[in-house]
Every structure is written in C-alpha cells, then in structure tokens.
C-alpha cells in the first residue's frame, strides 16, 4: 500500500487542504501544535472511520463548522483506490455521513460499516477484527503515536502480553484451549448424565427374560381355551340355525294374523263408511232439491265488469275537472281580496311611501274605482266556477249510484253462478255415493272369503310357539358358555397383549440404552483425548509460535536498540513476558530511569521490531511497504539524530511518512512537506 494523496475539508485546525505524497521518505516537518499529527489521523480516519474510545468525530470536526470530510488516495495491489468519508454535527454529537469508495475507477456509495469491511478486505487484515474498537494490526505495523507505545511499555505485564498475543493473532490459540476446556467439560457432563441413564441397563435386561417366560405361559393358556371356545361357538350357531327355522315359521304366522287383523279391520272400515253414506244421501238429495228451485229459470248477468271500469274512468276525469274549477275559482277570490285590501291601504295612507309627495281624494277615489270594477268581475267569474263546480258534483253522484247499482247485480251473480256451481257438485257427489254403496256391499263378501283362508292356513302352524321357546332356552344356555369361554380367552389375549406391549417397550428402552452405552464409550474417548493431547498439543504449539516470535522479536529489538543508544554499558533485551529489561553495567535498571531520549529509543525500537515480526507473522498483509512514524526522535541527542538516517537507511519499506519537528531531519529524507498554522488554520506546503 503507497499514499498518493490526501483531500482534508474541515478536520482540525485544517479548513480546507490537499496533500500530495511521493514514494521513499517523506517529512512532516512544522512546529509542535501546527497540525501534523492530523495528517496521520485524517489518514486513519479515512481507512478506518471513526474508532470508539480513539478517535471521534468530536475530535476530528473543526470547530463552529457542521460537515467535514476526508478523501484519501492510495495504490494497493497495482490498483488506485479512492476513500471518501465524511463527517455531519448532529444535536449532541457528531457522526459519520455516508461516503463512498473508487475502485477500478467504479465508485460505489456506501455505509460506514460497509467501507470499512471493504477496507479489511483490501489491507487484508483479518476479518474478525471488523467489529474491535482499535486497529490493533494497523496500529502496530503502521502507525504507531509515539507516547502511545511509551504507554505499552508500561503496562502491566500480564496486559501487554494479551496485547500482543491479540495482535499476533497468537490468542485464538488461548481461545482453542479455553473453548476445548469447556467443550470437555460439557462432554464430562454429558457422560456422567449418561452414565445414571444406563445404570439400570442389566436389570431391564434381566427384567425382560422373566416377562418372555410370562409371554410363553399366556400363548400355551391361549392353546388349551381355544379348542373349548370354538365347541361352545358352533353348539351356539348350530342352535341359532333351529331357532332362525323356528323364526322364519313365527314369522309366517305372523304375516298370517297380520293379514287376518287387516282384513277384518277393512271390513269394519268398510261397514262404518256404508252406514255414513245411507245418512249423508238424504241430506245431499235435500240440498239438490233446495238448489235447483233458488236457481231454476234465473240468468247469470255478463259484461258488467267494462262498463263498471269505464264508469270509474268517467268518476276519475270528473274529479280532476273539479279540482280544476276549485283552483280557478280560489285565485279569483283572492284576486278580489287583494284588491279590497288595497282599497283599504289606499284610503288609509295619506303620502306616498315611495315619493313621499301627498296622495289626494281624486286619486284614491280613481284607485278605488278601479278595484271595484276588478271585484265586480272576479265575482262573475266565481259565480261561473260555482254553477260549473255543481254541475261536475251532480254528475260525480251520479255515477256514483250507476257503479253501485252495477255492483249489486254483479254480487247477485256471482252467489247465483256459486250456486249452480254447487248443484253440479252435488248431484256428482250424489251419483258417487250411490255407486260406492253397491261396491262396499261387494267388496265385504270377498274379503270375509280371503280370511276363511288365511285361518285354515294358520292351523298347519299348531306347536311352534312352545318350540321357539324351549329353543331359547337352550340358546341362552349354549349363550352362557360360550361367553364364559370368550371371557378367559379374551383375558388370556389381553395378557399376552399387554405382556408383548411390555416387552416391546423394554426392548427400545434397552435398545436406547446400549445406543447410549455404545455413545458413553465414544464420548469418553473424545473427553480424555481432548484432555490428554489436544489440549496439550495446542499449548505445545503455542509455546513455539511464541517461542519463534520471541526469539525474531527479540533480536529485532537488540538491533534496534543497539543502533540508537551507543553505550557500552547498557544492553536491551527482552524477558518471557516481551518487557523490555535494560541492563546497565551488569544491573537491571527501570524503563522510567532512563533519560528521555534513551525512553524514546526504546520505544522506538520495540516499535520497529514490532513491525517487523507482525508483517513476517501474519501473511497477506497489504500494508508492510508503507511505515508511519509519528515523532520518532523525541528527546533525542544530537547523536542520536544521527543514528536515526541509518536505521532509516536499513528499513527496507517503499514509502516511510515521518512526523517531527527537528530540522535535522529533513537531511534524512527524500521529500518534506512543511506544515504552518496561521490564525488557526493549518497548511501543508
């Protein structure tokens, strides 16, 4: 990965800047407080975003402005690619906008979360630490805040090793251990829960034969009852045979009396109906008499019912016309109303209401006149309506009488037309009677001959009633042992059911339970080979990755620290724990005991060689060609600013950015850029 440039709008103390950056050593030179260590952090936060607890938006959007963003340009892998992200002050706080991302000149909008997983995916970095707060490879390959290393350096043992171990990606190795444990553990709990479930597995076993041999006992009891059941069962259908021959005769009879009940029933029936028509004949012949006098020479009236349509039609229009003379004759009358009411008015009033100009005798007189005449004839006209009005009322009543009097005869009519209707009835009800007397009497002689036959038929059936029962009784006998015999069949089948039932159920649970066995074996071979090799195989290649580490982490550090600090009497070396120990004149010294540029060197040094370890540790890295070194030569000697153009000789990376204010050390490097700061606004040049 190379740096090509950087586009800064609104962080920090810069407003608005674009800085362009070569290949091979390039320096951020300018005072303390001008703004260079906010390249390095526009640069991080263009790769990174905002990083919870490290670097937030608060601390990078300038103040008094609400948008800021950063777009940084860098080639990876033989392709440029172009970052963009942005920054947005909210009520509270600020946060990221949405930016976008430039590859393969295709610019694609996305989210902060989704840039930075691409970023991952570019750096090659390793993908579980997407979600962590800090970017412990970048930050340690990288770049690197010098006071933040001299903070490590200084922490707890136990911590630091955990950093590194994290940062070495050695920790999954801790992880495999611990989740081993765990998994382990569970398997131990998985067996001795297995363990209780097949204690009882010898004594189902031992159970299940004793139930076999019940088994047995109940099949040879099925064996001896079977044979009594069957005898029992075909005396009872042998009998059943007699008694269904014995009933077949029963129902015969049966049939027989059934008949017999009929016929007579019928002949009762038919008795009861003769005598009711020998006492309705009179009164019918009596009714026919008593009609054909009220009907004879008497004519039904036809044709009425149009005339009587058409003299409602007539009473219709003769109602409307009225209707229409009242309306005449009421607007004349209150034409003549409205003009006595002006007589009135007119001879009342005095001025005119209008005009106000005097209104003489003259003109009420002509006024008066005038309504006079129109009264006059309005009362003409009404006396005319009045006479037409009584007219059309006359001829209303009229009609009136005609449409009664043509409903009077239809009614007369109508009872005569009824009447003969009935007449006709009864003579044919009549003639009907007459007829059924003579069939009733025939009918009766035939069917008293059918019941001397079906009695003559009844005597061939003289004892069967006392045969039937005496068969019932046998039946029931016969009944009585057979269902005995079902009785200890059926309990002797239901035992052997239950007992095969059992002993099913016995047989999955002891099947389930050798599963179980054969499972417990496995399990516990898994927990103890967990235990006594995994485990330890994992710690024993653990031991040696730390162990190689180590020893390249150590020797790096030795290199280092021996360049900077040229003093016979102090050697550096690293302990187990990757603390540096400084040995001066044969004695272990404390880190704080040192001056300031010796601390700086140390730092320096164990920085170095941590980047160096990393890189050749974890491969697919994209980011070993670029080192960003944030003032490295803090506190140094002159001297010591001297050592620092040979290590930056020995570093083999393609693009180093150095942040210091020393102007020594622009002799060092192949490029500078100076940073200034006026009236609160920074500039690279």
């Known amino acids: 990965m190379l740096l090509k440039s950087i586009k800064i709008n609104n962080i920090r103390s810069y407003s608005s800047q674009e800085i362009i950056f070569p290949s091979g050593k390039i320096l951020l030179s300018g005072d303390i407080g001008s703004g260079k260590s906010t390249i390095l952090l526009a640069i991080e936060f263009a790769l990174f975003g905002i990083l919870p607890g490290e670097l937030s938006g608060n601390a990078l959007l300038r103040n008094g402005e609400d948008k800021g963003s950063v777009e940084l340009n860098f080639e990876i892998n033989q392709q440029e690619v172009t970052i963009h992200r942005t920054l947005k002050r909210g009520k509270d706080s600020v946060s990221q906008g ?50 933040e290393m001299k903070r490590i350096l200084q922490e707890d043992s136990s911590a630091r090793l955990d950093i590194l171990r994290k ?8 992880r495999i251990q611990d989740n081993t444990a765990v998994y382990a553990k569970t398997l131990r709990e998985k067996c001795r829960e ?39 069962r075909t005396k009872v259908n042998h009998k059943k045979e007699m008694i269904a021959d014995t009933e077949k005769k029963q129902k015969e009879i049966q049939e027989i009396k059934h008949k017999i009940t009929s016929k007579e029933a019928e002949i009762h029936s038919k008795k009861e109906q003769y005598v009711r028509n020998e006492k309705q004949m009179p009164e019918i012949e009596k009714q026919i ?3 054909r006098k009220e009907t004879e020479n008497k004519t039904v009236l036809e044709g009425k019912s149009d005339e009587l349509i058409l003299k409602n039609k007539k009473l219709i229009e003769i109602d409307r016309e009225t209707r229409e003379l009242l309306l005449k004759k009421a607007e004349y ?5 409205r003009s006595e009411e002006l007589k009135k008015k007119i001879i009342s009033i005095d001025n005119c209401p209008t005009c106000l100009q005097t209104v003489d005798k003259i003109h009420k007189q002509m006024i008066s006149e005038r309504e006079d005449e129109k009264i006059q004839k309005n009362t003409l006209f009404t006396a005319k309506y009045s ?64 019941i001397i036959i079906l009695k003559n038929e009844l005597q061939k059936y003289p004892d069967t009633e006392k045969e039937y029962l005496e068969q019932k009784k046998e039946l029931d006998y016969l009944l009585s042992r057979e269902r005995d015999a079902d009785i200890e069949y059926n309990r002797a089948a239901e035992r052997k059911k239950n007992i095969q039932s059992i002993i099913t159920e016995m047989d999955a649970e002891i099947e389930r339970k050798e599963k179980i066995q054969k499972e417990l074996v496995r399990l516990n071979e898994i927990s103890s080979w967990l235990q006594d090799y995994f485990i330890k195989l994992v710690e024993t290649i653990e031991k040696q990755v730390m162990t190689r580490v180590f020893y390249e982490f150590n020797e790096l550090f030795q290199k280092w620290f021996g360049i900077l600090v040229e003093d016979e009497t102090i050697q550096s070396r690293l302990d187990d724990t990757f603390t540096p120990i400084i040995v001066q004149n044969g004695y272990d ?9 010796e601390k700086t060197a140390c730092a320096l040094a164990y920085r170095l060689a941590l980047n160096k370890v990393i890189n050749d540790l974890i491969t ?66």
């Open 98 to 147: 949405s930016g976008y991302m430039i590859k393969n000149k295709i610019r694609k909008e996305m989210t902060p979360v989704e840039m930075k997983t691409d970023v991952f995916n570019l750096l090659g970095y390793p993908r579980e630490l997407v979600s962590k707060g800090k970017n412990m490879i970048y930050r340690y390959t990288v770049y690197t805040p010098q006071e």
């Open 167 to 174: 940062v070495f990606g050695i920790d999954k190795y801790k």
């Open 194 to 232: 297995k363990t209780g479930i097949i204690s009882d597995l010898e004594e189902k076993k031992k159970n299940r034969g004793i139930r076999e041999k019940e088994f047995s006992q109940a099949e040879e009891m099925i064996k001896q009852i079977k044979p009594k059941l069957e005898e029992a």
């Open 289 to 291: 008499n008593d009609l």
């Open 333 to 337: 009358d209150s034409d003549s109303r």
């Open 387 to 450: 006479e037409h009005i009584i007219e059309k009322e006359e001829e209303s009543l009229r009609i009136k009488k005609e449409i009664e009097e043509i409903r009077e005869k239809e009614k007369e009519s109508a009872v005569l037309r009824l009447k003969k209707s009935n007449l006709v009835d009864k003579e044919k009800q009549y003639t009907f009677l007459k007829d059924q007397q003579a069939s009733l009497k025939e009918t009766e002689d035939s069917i008293n001959q059918e």
């Open 589 to 597: 010294i404390e880190i704080d005991h040192l001056s300031g540029g």
């Open 620 to 685: 697919g890295i994209n980011t070993k060609d670029l080192l960003i070194l944030d003032e490295p030569t803090d506190g140094f000697s002159s001297e010591q600013l001297d050592k620092m153009r040979d290590v930056l000789e020995q570093l083999n990376i393609a693009q180093i950015l150095i942040v210091s204010h020393e102007h020594k050390m622009e002799t060092f490097v192949d490029e500078v850029i100076q940073v200034t700061k006026n009236e609160h606004i920074s500039a690279a040049e």
